[in-house]
Structure formats: structure tokens, C-alpha cells
């Protein structure tokens, strides 16, 4: 049997009127009386239809290939099943993040992606994640565990591993002198990134490795100011936390008389397709775009049709990209 409006309010004691309106997942219902009703729709076997339905994908970071990459993945892969992605920019632990679902969540909203939004940040405001548990609006986050603590999907890289790749390579290379250049304190992955340096130059015996971390905005600019500070320093190699960092990087090198990868070597993080044909092509650790717009398609379906998805951080794995901004540590 085909079950209905008339079945689900029947089974939960409520009108119809309070049915649509939580299936639709619109303001004025109570909260037990939500309850009520999604328990019923559970026990009936009902599932939301999820035509012309809005995915809103919240990131900062809109100029960068490798979000809007990974934005047009997940709208590709969802367009099929009746799913409009909408691509929100906001600044992470801004109001941007609320203001946005407080303008669409009555015009149909299905999910939220948290693309290195909010997600990202040790101190965010957790208010836009209540106002979606509220409404039972699922959510899932891209390179970055929620604040709340919450339970929920999460697709990461593993930022920890593309650090201790890019450390290798260069220590192979015969660099002990290895700077880095990440994020600011407090954001997730460039304190991950930052771990997994130390740790990495740690296990070669390099104990002061700490002193060669510069924390820069996650820009052209930021790399480009942290490269003179980290050639006074003495370092012969540095890591980026961005590609576009490590084109500022380069940029500060080549400002400062030297050249790469002769005198230093450069690695970037990301792995976007413009990399191959910067000058020179840029050595960079690359995410896994397309595997991770298919994890959170895949459990963003699963979560609108009602089904449960495994909640947690699931963490892929970077690949190393070698190119021409790396080469041996000079001689002198």
C-alpha cells in the first residue's frame, strides 16, 4: 500500500497540515510534535520526495579550483536524482553560514555541505547546526569535523599524510632545512598539516622543526610573506598548505634573488589542474577531488531518502605529484 499524507498524520495523531509541513521541513511545529511525525514516517516506510529540492554548499574559498571542482562533482553527481545544488560563499565563523539558511530553508533546502566552511574552525558558532537538527535538514562537512561534536559525515583529506609525504620527498632530496607555510591556529586542516610536519621531520631526527612553521592566511599574499621569513631561517625547502600559497612562495623566492627549485625547492597542496602549467610546473600534494565528491553525494542521497549513513570523519588519502619546483638541497 502506497502510504500517504492521510496515514502518516493518522499514525501520529496530528491534520495533515502539520504532516506536510514536516515533510517539507517548514517552521511551526513544535518540536515533539516533529517527533511524532517522523517517527510515524519512519514506521510506515515513507520517504521524502526530494524533486526540485536545494543541496546548499557553503565555502569560502570560491576562487580556488579545487573547491569549485569539488563543488561541480557533487552538483553533477546529484542533478540526476532531482537535487539543485546552490553554491553559497561565506567567511567561516562569520553570520554568512545563518543568513543563508535563514533566506532558503522555507524554499525546499534537502541538505547543507560545509565545504571548509564553519567545519573547519576549533571556535565556530554551532547555532546554523542546531537550526538544521532542528528541522531535521541532514548536513555533512568536507575537510573538517563540526564544532558541536555532533555526530555527522564527514569526507577528509588526510592532511596529516599529505604533510609527511611532502616532507619525505624532500628529505630524499637531501633537504634538512624543510619550512612550512600553513593556515592559521584554530583552523583544523592547517593544524592537522602542522602535525603531521613535526611528526614527520621528528622520525628524521629534525627536533626543532617547530620554528620553521609560519602561519599565513591561505593566499598568494600569505605565501609570499612567510617565504622571506623562512629563506631568513635558513631554509633550503618549503611546504605549502595551498597551491596558491606556493605560488606566493615562489613568488617571495624569486623577489629575494633566489631561484627554484636550484637554490629552493617548493611544494604545494591541492593539486588543481592550473599546477601543471604554472612556471615551473609545481611539485604539490593532490586531493582526491572526484573520490571525495563521490563520498558525500553518495551519503547526502542516502540522508535525504532517510536512510542512515555511517556518521565520523572518513579520511582519504593524498597523492604526491612531483614536478619541477623540487629538486636536490644545494651543496653550499
Known amino acids: ?25 517548514r517552521q511551526g511545529v513544535a518540536e515533539r510534535t516533529r517527533d511524532a511525525v517522523e517517527r510515524a514516517m519512519a514506521e510506515l516506510g515513507y520517504e521524502r520526495a526530494v524533486q526540485g529540492q536545494l543541496v546548499a554548499v557553503f565555502t569560502e574559498h570560491v576562487s580556488n579550483p579545487f573547491f569549485t571542482d569539488v563543488a561541480e562533482r557533487i552538483e553533477s553527481a546529484l542533478a540526476p536524482h532531482g537535487l539543485k545544488t546552490v553554491l553559497c560563499p561565506v567567511f ?79 628529505h630524499r632530496l637531501g633537504h634538512r632545512a624543510i619550512g612550512m607555510v600553513s593556515g592559521p591556529t584554530g583552523n583544523r586542516p592547517a593544524d592537522q598539516r602542522v602535525r603531521g610536519f613535526v611528526d614527520a621531520m621528528a622520525r628524521h631526527g629534525l627536533t626543532d622543526a617547530e620554528r620553521l612553521v609560519i602561519r599565513q592566511s591561505y593566499t598568494v599574499e600569505g605565501g609570499q610573506a612567510a617565504a622571506g621569513t623562512l629563506l631568513g631561517l635558513g631554509a633550503t625547502a618549503i611546504v605549502a598548505a595551498s597551491d596558491f600559497m606556493a605560488l606566493g612562495v615562489i613568488r617571495g623566492v624569486r623577489r629575494l634573488g633566489r631561484s627554484v627549485p636550484e637554490e629552493v625547492s ?67
Not at 309 to 323: C, I, K, N, T, Y
Open 1 to 25: 500500500m502506497k502510504v500517504g499524507i492521510t496515514e502518516i498524520a493518522g499514525r501520529a495523531g496530528v491534520s495533515e497540515a502539520t504532516v506536510s509541513r514536516v515533510i517539507n521541513r
Open 92 to 170: 567561516p565563523g562569520g553570520v554568512q553560514e545563518r543568513d543563508y539558511i535563514s533566506a532558503i530553508i522555507d524554499k525546499g533546502i534537502a541538505a547543507v555541505v560545509f565545504l571548509s566552511a564553519s567545519n573547519t574552525l576549533d571556535d565556530a558558532d554551532t547555532e546554523v547546526y542546531e537550526i538544521l537538527r532542528t528541522r531535521r535538514i541532514p548536513y555533512v562537512g568536507v575537510n573538517g569535523e563540526f564544532a558541536d561534536g555532533v555526530p555527522v559525515p564527514v569526507f577528509s583529506t588526510d592532511d596529516r599524510l599529505a604533510a609527511e609525504l611532502a616532507v619525505e620527498h624532500l
Open 266 to 332: 617548493v611544494v604545494g597542496y591541492d593539486g588543481t589542474l592550473i599546477t601543471e602549467f604554472t612556471d615551473p610546473p609545481l611539485t604539490t600534494v593532490r586531493q582526491p577531488t572526484e573520490r571525495l565528491a563521490h563520498g558525500v553525494s553518495r551519503s547526502l542521497l542516502d540522508l535525504v531518502g532517510g536512510r542512515e549513513v555511517p556518521a565520523g570523519e572518513l579520511l582519504f588519502d593524498p597523492e604526491l605529484v612531483v614536478r619541477s619546483t623540487t629538486g636536490p638541497a644545494p651543496t653550499t
